[in-house]
C-alpha cells in the first residue's frame, strides 16, 4: 500500500504570496492533520479534516485553510506569505474509523518551504 | 498548563550501548502517549503508543517505553543503540479532540561508532 505523499517536496516563495501544499493519504484513509515544523516552534498542529469537514484546528491565523476533497486529498494554502512561515510541512494520514488517537497517524515526508 | 517536556535536546551515546530518552507530561489525566521517530529529510514514525493497561510498551526497532504515572514520565528505551538510530525523537501525547498530537521539542541523537 502507497504511503501518504506530499507536493511539492519543496518550495520558495517571496513575501506576500500565498503558496498551496497538496496530501494524499494512504489509500481508504479518511482523516488528514497538518502540522507545521520550525526550529523555534518545533511541531504544531494546524488542522485536521475528516471527511470533507475540519474537525479539528489549531491556534494559527486565518491565513493558513485547508480543505479535503471526496477522495480524501487534502490541500492546505497558505496566503500572504510572512518570512516565519518557512518550514516543513507534514501531513498525516488516518483511517479515521477509530475515535481519536487510538488509530496510528501515518505522516507523509513533508513539503520544505522557504519563504524570501 | 498542559505541557509536555523532553528534557535534553541532545544526546549522544556509542554504538551498542543502551538509551534512554526522558519524557514528561502534565496534564490532569493520563493521555495517550506516544514516541515518533523522524530521521534526516523523512517524516515522522511511530514507534510505540501507550493508551492503558500494561505499563512497559513495546514498539518497533526494538524500542519500548515505560509508562509511570507517579513521575508523569513515559521514557523511552533501547538495551543497544545501532548507527541507524540516530534521528530525532519526540514524544507526543494525546489529550483528545479529532486526531491532534503535542509534539515534546525533540531529542537529537547522535550515534558515535
Known sequence: KAGVTQTPRYLIKTRGQQVTLSCSPISGHRSVSWYQQTPGQGLQFLFEYF??????????????SGRQFSNSRSEMNVSTLELGDSALYLCASSSGILAGAQETQYFGPGTRLLVL | AQSVTQPDIHITVSEGASLELRCNYSY??????????????????????????????????GFEAEFKRSQSSFNLRKPSVHWS????????????????????????????L
Open chain 1, 51 to 64: 471527511s470533507e469537514t475540519q474537525r479539528n484546528k489549531g491556534n494559527f491565523p486565518g491565513r493558513f
Open chain 2, 28 to 61: 490532569g489525566a493520563t493521555p495517550y502517549l506516544f514516541w515518533y521517530v523522524q530521521s534526516p529529510g523523512q517524516g515522522l514514525q511511530l514507534l510505540l503508543k501507550y493508551f492503558s493497561g500494561d505499563t512497559l510498551v513495546q514498539g518497533i526497532k
Open chain 2, 85 to 112: 538510530d540516530a534521528a530525532e525523537y519526540f514524544c507526543a501525547p494525546f489529550t483528545g479532540g479529532g486526531n491532534k498530537l503535542t509534539f515534546g521539542t525533540g531529542t537529537q541523537l547522535k550515534v558515535e
